[in-house]
């Protein structure tokens, strides 16, 4: 089946730290993988996707790489910013043989001035 | 290009009433995905629409759960009676029949049932 597993949060890191949020998933075929971003009251927000292995995503400064030998779309950032406090959600879609989301649990990150 | 409309964005309701929402899509997007996001959880689909067809429905508790889209634009979803573990955000997506993931939320219905 199709599920993608996140580490457990919160996350809470200073300004100008380095970021990583792990991101694992099991799928049938070749899925798709996306990053989405919640801010506090507001929806969900494509930040970064890739269709295929080896891709790399990219956005605001975010970056993760689509790696099918370990199953993995980590997301990172080089040096966070108060701004970037939200919720932050890994899913796939099993695209082209469906299109519906598979997410994790999410991860909330709290970046301290 | 307008996104998609979702109302209302918040209702209180008591266990056992009913309540619907409604969702307008982005103009062109064949489907349309209605997902429940419970607190500390991500979203779950409940039931996905391609024009005015239903391509699946597996999740929808259908004992109490209804959706519809009508003429293949506006879709409402219903729940009656409602219980406590209802208690959740509704998100309704749009998107192009043949895109990776390119969706577009909604802002959510947040539902509260005391």
């Known amino acids: 089946g199709n599920s993608v597993t996140q580490m457990e949060g919160p996350v809470t890191l200073s300004e100008e730290a380095f970021l990583t949020i792990n991101c694992t998933y099991t799928a049938t075929g070749y899925p798709s993988l996306f990053w989405y971003v919640q801010y506090p009251g507001e929806g969900l927000q494509l930040l970064l996707k890739a269709t295929k292995a080896d891709d790399k995503g990219s956005n605001k400064g975010f970056e993760a790489t689509y790696r099918k030998e370990t199953t993995s779309f980590h997301l990172e950032k080089g040096s966070v910013q108060v701004s970037d406090s939200a919720v932050y959600f890994c899913a796939l879609t099993p695209f082209p043989t469906g299109n519906q989301f598979y997410f994790g649990t999410g991860t909330s990150l709290t970046v301290i001035p | 290009e307008a996104g998609v409309a979702q109302s209302p964005r918040y209702k209180i309701i008591e266990k056992r009433q009913s309540v619907a929402f409604w969702c307008n899509p982005i103009?062109?997007?064949?489907?349309l995905y209605w997902y429940q996001q419970i607190l500390g959880q991500g979203p779950k689909l409940l039931i996905q629409f391609q024009n005015n067809g239903v391509v699946d429905d597996s999740q929808l508790p259908k004992d109490r759960f209804s959706a519809e889209r009508l003429k293949g634009v506006d879709s409402t979803l219903k729940i009656q009676p409602a219980k406590l573990e209802d208690s959740a955000v509704y998100l309704c997506?749009?998107?192009?029949?043949?895109?990776?993931?390119?969706?577009?939320f909604g802002s959510g219905t947040r539902l509260t049932v005391v």
């Open positions: 997506a749009s998107s192009l029949i043949k895109a990776p993931g390119g969706y577009t």
């Open positions: 103009s062109g997007h064949a489907t």
